[in-house]
């Protein structure tokens, strides 16, 4: 498999970062690079083998639904980069 | 410049031959010293560090001190710390204040050990040598022309140039043990789920696990006690009974079956590497311990699937960094999506990127079955390996690098290069299994080389008393690099 630079962009684009075509031209051959090592896990037979997600096998835990937070608000927006009124600021989305 | 051990510190602060305000003057004096040239520090708040001295003196005055109470270190800059800057070494945190503590962090504070400030690391935790750091590569202080390795490089080189008695890391592929090696210390990545990621900056959540990092394995183990334990904000914390990791040590290593993966012994192992690990089994044999060979015949693949399974999971991870809540924010946009990209292309860097967009495309449709599914099923394959071969042995020994620390810049060019640095340590982070890294020799250019030890799920307290017997049998861990200006 070999990535073009334009499976670079569409990357780049899902990952929500800004790219430019030079900057993806250069990107595309350490990632070919990188699946080309990845690319050696295909010979590998996993029929009937389990996916692995987690180290162990726990369970998600349940508490009561009740209050446990006291209210951080201010001191959480206190870092933010722009809030007004309590609100976080980012561009207007709707017209 | 201190070299005893932590318990002898605590032993002196008690004794009040010193205090816990001159002790941490000394190593703040330390860090002033040589911050400018090893770059181990991000974060030195010398007020904020003192008043916590100031505390535990008056803890241990009321005579309510606890093991290591006075006894500073020093904090991976992973770790939230309340009121400390906490940049993960990264531009999209370079102004972040964290306004809580991580678990790990309250531990430590609970404890009575003052913080020393926040340690330099690879951007986000990911690196072998400490270079992709947005504040500068940390320089390894047995040589300051070579790397101290990463992630925790910062921690590592603290420690090796006894700026701190001990620091906390952070290990998702060997971040706390191939640093350890290269700088000549001892580093414990536990069991996973037993010390908290509550407060600690997620890369591979299924990976990440937080351990301590210090001249010899009997600090490491008081540090264990300090750090492990249940927290309801972790939800892969593990509820089981508080262990005592010192309670092994000084039990005699006879009949210790020790297992030698012939897979990490192969081509790729520097000869002086493999002499210095081959020496130090010889002394094991000594102490009245045997060798069993075994395989982990999928170790070879750990690297292929880490690299699936960590940038998957760091591409989810690290979305929340867009510029909205905290962090950096691009100064200038168009609309809102706009703001997302630019800010995510200026605030991190090249390697962060690199994962986040390998993560992106093995998740996307069409290749999650190729890639990721794959890469979680022989995830399976390694740990079952590791199951197998501790029906033989108790606990695996080998190298924990392939080499010794190598030149700055040298392969900051071929994330591929780099990458193999990792080719002994990721298994054990995929199977969730404890390891550690000890000392056990130098190179012909006077580089240290590390040793590493896996266990079995919870036996931390048996593996710390083999590196710790080895150590009372020999000194690579009691040494110090000299001439440090």
């Not at chain 1, 430019?20 to 996993?46: C, E, H, K, P």
């Not at chain 2, 003196?57 to 005579?63: K, N, S």
């Not at chain 2, 390996?385 to 042995?393: L, W």
């Amino acid at each position: 498999m070999s990535l073009s630079p334009d499976d670079v962009k569409r990357i780049a684009r899902l990952a929500r970062i800004e790219i430019d075509d030079s900057q993806a031209l250069a990107s595309q051959s350490q990632l070919n690079t990188i699946f080309d090592l990845i690319a050696t896990m295909q010979a590998v037979d996993t029929q009937g083998i389990a996916p692995m997600a987690h180290a162990q096998e726990v369970y998600q835990r349940l508490r009561a639904d009740s209050v446990t937070e006291t209210d951080h608000h201010a001191a959480f927006q206190a870092i933010a980069p722009a809030v007004e009124n309590g609100l976080y600021l980012v561009p207007k989305v709707i017209e | 410049m201190s070299d005893a051990s932590l318990s002898a510190l605590a032993a002196q602060l008690v004794a009040k031959q010193v205090s816990s305000r001159e002790l941490a003057q000394q190593y703040l004096d330390r860090i002033t010293a040589l911050n400018p040239s090893l770059n181990a520090f991000i974060t030195v708040d010398a007020d904020k560090t003192l008043t916590e001295a100031a505390a535990a003196d008056a803890l241990i005055a009321a005579g309510k001190a606890g093991p290591l109470t006075g006894v500073p270190i020093a904090h991976k800059d992973i770790f939230c710390t309340d009121g400390w800057l906490t940049t993960c070494g990264s531009k999209m945190l370079h102004n972040f204040i964290a306004p809580y503590d991580a678990h790990v962090i309250q531990r430590f504070k609970a404890a009575g050990m003052p913080s020393l400030g926040k340690t330099n690391m690879d951007e986000f935790a990911m690196g072998s040598s400490n270079e992709t750091s947005y504040f500068g590569a940390v320089k390894n202080p047995w040589n300051t022309a070579y790397v101290p390795g990463g992630s925790s490089g910062g921690a590592a080189a603290c420690v090796a140039a006894r700026m701190a008695p001990a620091a906390t890391g952070t290990d998702t592929g060997g971040s706390i043990r191939q640093p350890a090696a290269l700088c000549g210390i001892t580093g414990l990545k536990p069991t996973y789920g037993l010390v908290s990621r509550f407060g600690m900056i997620a890369f591979a959540s299924s990976l990440d696990q937080a351990g301590p990092m210090a001249p010899s394995a009997e600090d490491c183990a008081l540090l264990l006690n300090v750090m492990t334990g249940f927290d309801p904000n972790d939800s892969t914390s593990l509820e089981r009974e508080k262990e005592d990791y010192t309670r092994d040590l000084g039990k005699p290593l006879t009949g210790l079956r020790v297992g030698l993966p012939r897979e990490f012994f192969a081509e790729g192992l520097n000869n002086e590497v493999a002499a210095s690990v081959e020496a130090a089994v010889a002394e094991l044999k000594k102490l009245g311990a045997t060798t069993v060979e075994i395989s982990l015949a999928n170790s070879k693949l750990a690297i292929p699937v880490y690299y699936v399974l960590a940038p998957a999971e760091a591409s989810s991870n690290l979305s929340r960094f867009d510029g909205v809540r905290y962090g950096y924010r691009a100064p200038d946009y168009a609309n809102l999506d706009d703001m997302y990209c630019k800010t995510r292309a200026q605030g991190f860097g090249a390697e962060v990127k690199r994962r986040i967009m390998i993560g992106a495309y093995v998740l996307s449709h069409g290749y999650y079955d190729a890639y990721y599914l794959q890469a979680q099923k022989i995830r399976r394959l390694i740990a079952n390996d590791f199951t197998e071969a501790f029906k033989t042995c108790d606990v695996i020994l080998g190298p924990t690098a392939p080499g010794t620390a190598f030149k700055l810049g040298e392969k900051s060019e071929d994330p591929v290069e780099m990458y193999l640095n990792d080719l002994y340590t990721i298994p054990a982070n995929l199977a969730g299994l404890p390891g550690m890294s000890l000392p056990c020799g130098f190179d012909r250019q006077g580089l240290p080389i590390g040793l590493q030890l896996v266990g079995n799920y919870f036996s931390e307290a048996k593996m710390l008393n083999v590196a710790h017997q080895y150590q009372r049998a020999t000194d690579w861990h009691a040494r110090a690099p000299e001439g440090l200006k």
